[in-house]
Each structure stands twice: as structure tokens, then as C-alpha cells.
């Protein structure tokens, strides 16, 4: 198993491995697709929590920004009890970064092939709402930044690992 810069064990690789596999044993000729970063962005898919959540983690972390923060990631703290709700928060990049967490194993079928009621109960809000964006011309119209130059605020570089 291959490992990233950080010792990270890298997962996948299926799909290439075993197209080679058939490619030797058949000589049929083979395609297999890797869902990379644009089909994991793609925001025409995304849910109305999903826009919702990414606007506010824009302005917030562009807030701190300008308050002078440096080395904080803006999180998405969910709120206690069965109705869905959030707020953010922050948390020092040297406390999360490079860090791996998980999700619960009882959010994972016994057999592994499929999530739980537990799971799906999480997951809900999270997808839920359409929230597609303005189309022009049959291709989806977003909004353009300014662009606009603003004074450097921060003069000594800060490191996250400091």
C-alpha cells in the first residue's frame, strides 16, 4: 500500500489494478474513471445545507482574516438534539491538521457495504434541499469576484506548525 508525504496509508487503486488484470488476461482494450476533485466539487449538486454552510465558512473564515487570525480553520459545530442545526467555530490549525478522524463503525453495516440507520439519520440533514445554481445559456451562471486589492494587514508570516 502506497503512503502519502505525511505516512498516510493512500486507499483506492482498485480500479487501475484490476483493469490491467483484465487487459492482460483478455486483451480487451478498458476505461475506468477516477472521481477526482472536480465530480467531488461539482456544485450543481450540491444541497441547499451544502451552499448554505459553504457561504457562511467563506465570510467567516474572510472575517477572521481580517481581524489579523492566522493559522485557524473555520469548523461547522453541530448542534446538539434531533432538529438539525449549526453554528462555526474555529480551531487551531496546529491542533488539526494533518490529523485523520473517522466515522463511527456503527454508522458502517456489519457486512461494510452499506451505512445504518444511525448513519442515515446524520447524513439527512446534510443533503437535504435543492439549491441549484442560475443557469445562462445552458451552463451554470456564478458569481464573479471584484478582485478588488485590499492593504496587507498581516506583516510577520505565522506558521501553522509554529
Known sequence: MHKDAFGHQQLGGVAPALASMIKQSTGYKYHWALADYLQRSARHLASKTDVQQAYAVGRQAVHLALQGKTSVMVTINRNKGSDYGWSLGEACLKKVANKE????????TRDGFGITKRARDYLNPLIAGEDHPPYKNGLPHYVSLKKVMVEKKIRRYSSAFE
Open 101 to 108: 478522524k473517522k466515522i463511527p463503525r456503527s454508522f458502517i
